[in-house]
């Protein structure tokens, strides 16, 4: 499959390949860390991504054979000041809200540790899938801090606040397989077949209405935003989409015994 790099960036790769976007934290010497420049990079990605038409979905995954994402940048914390650090974490959630909405899915490829900021990226994305040598956690404790990037919400929303309180209070990490048993991961593949699972389940989502997906997003978001009633959500989407010339096709094929042909509006 022929790639097409996006642009020049320092600290990730941005390719375009057919209608998937691949971010790739690109980093491997630090682990993928996240330092300022990177989430700046990440940022123009987004523009980026948001801007292109007829995508199907994103992966997100780290360079090199260690590492997801291992955090934020340890060395950028030494001397903030509390307005700062309290910007650089509504910065980083904003980052993360962006992925999290984002119409398309975004599926994290996780090839090794996601730790810290690296379990909040992978977090942020719709669907998780790991190699065997993928490891989470949320270690910020044993450096005094506690997760800024969303961590100490999502790990709630997706293994219950028990686990959770566990995993940000003892920092421990936990295993793929641990993680898959906990719903924090949906596969754990081979290394070789990590892209190609994502790619898979991307190819399979674009198969479906493009609006009904944006909409499927759009209202699991709203379970977990105090300023939406998720129902209500669901009722004005569900509504919404039979303005759609897809909802005709959709049922016409059924009907017809034949494949939908959605074109997204
Ligand atoms: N921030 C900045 N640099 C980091 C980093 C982070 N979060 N995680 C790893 N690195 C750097 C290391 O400093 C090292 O750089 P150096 O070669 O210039 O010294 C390099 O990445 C390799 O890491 P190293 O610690 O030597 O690898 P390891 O295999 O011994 O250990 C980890 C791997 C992931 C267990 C270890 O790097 C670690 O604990 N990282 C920090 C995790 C963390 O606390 N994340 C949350 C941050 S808020």
Same mark, same amino acid.
């Not at 990226?121 to 490891?135: F, N, P, W, Y």
């Not at 641990?178 to 399979?204: D, F, P, R």
């Given at each position: ?44 990605? =987004?523009?980026? @991504?948001?801007?292109?038409? +007829?995508?199907?979905?994103? &992966? ?5 054979? /260690? #590492? ?74 044993? =450096?005094?801090? @506690?997760?800024?990037?969303? +961590?100490?919400?999502?790990? &709630? ?5 028990? /686990? #959770? ?60 935003d105090e300023t939406k009633d998720g129902f209500s959500e669901e009722a004005k989407a569900f509504g919404g989409l039979f303005t759609s010339t897809d909802v005709i096709e959709g049922t016409s094929a059924f009907l017809e015994k034949r494949k939908a042909n959605f074109k997204g509006v």
């Amino acid at each position: 499959m022929r790639k097409k790099l996006y642009m020049a960036f320092e600290n990730i790769l941005l390719t375009f390949s057919e209608d998937i976007a691949t971010l790739t934290i690109n980093r491997p010497d630090k682990l993928n860390a996240l330092n300022q420049a990177t989430l700046k990079e990440i940022s123009e990605a =987004l523009d980026a @991504i948001e801007q292109t038409q +007829g995508l199907k979905g994103v &992966i997100v995954t780290g360079s090199g054979d /260690k #590492a997801f994402v291992a955090g934020a940048d340890i060395s950028e914390f030494q001397g903030l000041s509390v307005d700062a650090s309290e910007e650089l974490a509504r910065n980083g959630q904003q980052l993360f809200f962006r992925i999290e909405r984002l119409s398309v899915p975004v599926i994290a490829c996780v090839n090794g540790f996601a730790l810290g900021g690296g379990c909040e990226l992978a977090m942020a994305c719709h669907i998780r899938i790991g190699t065997e040598k993928a490891k989470f956690g949320q270690p910020e404790v044993n =450096l005094g801090i @506690i997760p800024g990037y969303g +961590g100490t919400q999502r790990l &709630i929303q997706y293994i219950g606040k028990g /686990k #959770a309180l566990e995993l940000l209070m003892t920092a421990d990490m936990i295993d793929a397989t641990t993680a898959l048993n906990l719903g924090l991961l949906n596969h754990v593949v081979a290394q070789e077949e990590l892209l190609e699972k994502a790619a898979t389940i991307i190819a399979k989502i674009g198969t479906k209405g493009p609006l009904a997906i944006a909409a499927v997003i759009r209202c699991a978001n709203a379970f977990f935003d105090e300023t939406k009633d998720g129902f209500s959500e669901e009722a004005k989407a569900f509504g919404g989409l039979f303005t759609s010339t897809d909802v005709i096709e959709g049922t016409s094929a059924f009907l017809e015994k034949r494949k939908a042909n959605f074109k997204g509006v």
